[in-house]
């Protein structure tokens, strides 16, 4: 089910055209398991998914916070007026011009005095908008592939809900909980592995463009030195964590295997028959680039 669609079934506008364009990408891909989509771009610059992308952005706490090239969601719609912006924006995409800018990095302090600062990356307003639009575009088509162990910036899915699934299993004997956290997940992604999985689902070659346009756009850091990026999603980029989960579909995809239809742990015989020999059986939540695995060893 897309993000937008409202609880209960209404929209107008923009907003209409958009969920039925995500109803329409996530009912075909459910359709077909090894489709791959070879016309997206008209989709992602198409004047509404840039007007919902920007009224995304707009809405973002981060909007007020320039990126390298100074601009603010406020300048735009003040200074200089969203419907000529974005269709500029428009006309550099369907032309190949646009190029993304590099993302401004700021380091904050972390919370807790211990002195220690994490990195916050902040793209420009423009950026901002096509990764949203891209966004919009492309999460209904992933989402029909992911798997239900995954909570971490999902449609309709929280960290509650992760915790209440692990609950769930506690009270099902599952005794033991590891919790493992996959260092500096969105960091140290590899590019090639990321799109080589993209790329079983996306084959409009322009769409593959403007995603690795994003992974190479680089770091301007706080000394003004520019820095490659040669892993990693975008430092504060609101396609990240969609890329993320891309990528961490195949962790899921081999840890849940043993659950699949024929799987080793698949009926509640074959579980049973794991504990005789005194095998565990385990259960997988994950929440972004952290896991949980709920075990039982009888």
């Given amino acids: 089910m897309p993000e937008d669609a409202p609880p209960n079934g209404g929209a107008s506008g923009p907003r209409a055209r958009v969920l039925e364009m995500q109803t329409k990408l996530h009912r075909w891909t459910v359709a077909d398991p090894?489709?791959?989509?070879?016309?997206?771009?008209?989709?992602?610059?198409?004047?509404?998914?840039?007007?919902?992308?920007?009224?995304?952005?707009?809405?973002?706490?981060?909007?007020?916070?320039?990126?390298?090239?100074?601009?603010t969601a406020t300048d735009v719609e003040e200074s200089i007026g969203?419907?000529?912006?974005?269709?500029?924006?428009?006309v550099a995409l369907k032309d190949g011009s646009f190029r993304p800018l590099p993302v401004r990095e700021r380091s904050i302090p972390k919370p807790g005095g211990s002195g220690k600062v994490r990195k916050l990356g902040i793209p420009t307003i423009a950026d901002r908008i096509v990764q949203a639009a891209l966004k919009l575009v492309l999460e209904p088509i992933f989402e029909a592939d992911f798997k239900p162990v995954s909570y971490g910036f999902r449609p309709?899915?929280?960290?509650?809900?992760?915790?209440?699934?692990?609950?769930?299993f506690g009270t099902r004997g599952y005794?033991?909980?590891?919790?493992?956290?996959?260092?500096?997940?969105?960091?140290?992604?590899?590019?090639?592995?990321?799109?080589d999985r993209v790329r079983l689902r996306v084959k409009d070659k322009r769409v593959l463009a403007l995603v690795k346009a994003f992974l190479k756009a680089g770091i301007l850091n706080e000394l003004g030195e520019n820095k490659e990026t040669l892993t990693g999603t975008p430092q504060g980029g609101i396609l990240s964590p969609l890329l993320a989960n891309i990528a961490l579909t195949v962790l899921d995809e081999h840890l849940h295997e043993s659950w699949e239809p024929g799987g080793t742990m698949s009926t509640e015989g074959k579980r049973a028959y794991r504990r005789r020999k005194g095998r565990p059986t385990w259960r997988l939540v994950r929440?972004?680039?952290?896991?949980?695995?709920?075990?039982?060893w009888h």
């Avoid at 590891?178 to 590899?190: G, K, N, P």
Wanted: hydrophobic letters at 40%.
């Fill in 82 to 90: 969203v419907p000529g912006f974005l269709n500029d924006l428009r």
């Fill in 287 to 296: 929440y972004v680039g952290r896991l949980r695995c709920p075990g039982a």
């Fill in 175 to 195: 005794r033991w909980v590891l919790d493992a956290d996959i260092e500096a997940c969105f960091d140290s992604i590899d590019h090639t592995a990321l799109m």
């Fill in 34 to 71: 090894g489709r791959r989509f070879d016309d997206l771009f008209n989709f992602v610059h198409d004047p509404t998914t840039l007007l919902m992308a920007f009224d995304r952005v707009a809405g973002n706490r981060g909007a007020r916070t320039p990126g390298v090239d100074g601009l």
């Fill in 156 to 168: 309709r899915r929280r960290a509650q809900d992760a915790i209440a699934e692990i609950h769930y």
